[in-house]
């Protein structure tokens, strides 16, 4: 991690849950992170607890379905720190609703968040490296209902599931169209955890949200970050392509 010290991140979904978690490990290494999220207020609360680590974090308030905004945040970062390095696509919703039910906006709001700004944060991060010839890295936050369909009884997740393996292909899309550029020196990673303990559920109006976790395996934020910090670590000729963690008894 030592190299990424002083580089620019930008991390999406960064107020709360593994976003602001990301946030934290890399603030602590050393890293310049811009924070994208809704919540200003709890990315400016963030902000101050971090004051004296070696990095910094500057708080941006985004809402990723909105193109504009996204492009203005990135537009921001150029201006005033220069480029991205790293980008952690991390932004992500879900609901309890099952696709065959919900309504068009639902399903919409989450291919929105889960997808179209995952892949336009990504051609602008690209975009940032490649214009200042710098080794980058992009890591995007799956699921591992990103290569598997979960048949919980009972449990819906709307289109959820889908826009996973949206990501799945997404990522190894852009791996490989990275990979025609001989002179490419950009990195992606698609990180697919199980569940996590985060408010993703009560966030989702999902049933017995506040119970949820206390019968289900589950993962802590800091084994996320933990896979986040190894593939960042990783010698410039290693491409981890993917990483899935599993809590000890998960059944999906």
């Not at 909105?66 to 480029?83: Q, R, S």
Request: proline content about 4%; some cysteine.
């Amino acid at each position: 991690m030592d190299r990424w010290a002083g580089k620019v991140a930008v991390v999406t979904g960064a107020s709360s849950g593994i976003g602001a978690a990301i946030v934290e490990g890399l603030v602590e290494a050393g890293v310049q992170v811009v924070g994208l999220a809704r919540r200003l207020e709890k990315l400016q609360a963030l902000a101050a607890s971090l004051e004296g680590t070696p990095g910094k974090l500057y708080p941006r308030k985004c809402d990723v379905r909105k193109e504009e905004e996204l492009l203005d945040a990135f537009k921001w970062v150029k201006a005033e720190v220069g480029g991205v390095d790293i980008l952690v696509n991390n932004a992500g919703i879900s609901n309890s609703k099952k696709i065959i039910d919900a309504d068009v906006d639902s399903l919409r709001s989450i291919l929105e968040v889960n997808v179209l700004a995952m892949a336009i944060a990504t051609r602008e991060a690209v975009a940032s490296m490649k214009s200042r010839d710098v080794e980058g890295y992009i890591v995007n936050i799956n699921s591992v209902t990103g290569h598997t369909i979960p048949t919980f009884d009972g449990f819906a997740s709307s289109i959820y599931v889908p826009s996973k393996h949206a990501v799945t292909a997404l990522t190894e899309t852009v791996r490989m169209e990275l990979a025609t550029d001989p002179k490419n020196k950009i990195k992606i990673t698609s990180i697919s955890p199980g569940f996590v303990e985060t408010d993703i559920m009560q966030a989702g109006d999902f049933p017995n949200a506040d119970k949820f976790f206390q019968s289900t395996p589950h993962l802590d934020v800091k084994d996320v970050v933990n896979a986040v910090s190894y593939v960042l670590g990783t010698r410039n000729i290693v491409q981890v392509t993917e990483i899935i963690i599993r809590p000890g008894g998960e059944s999906i």
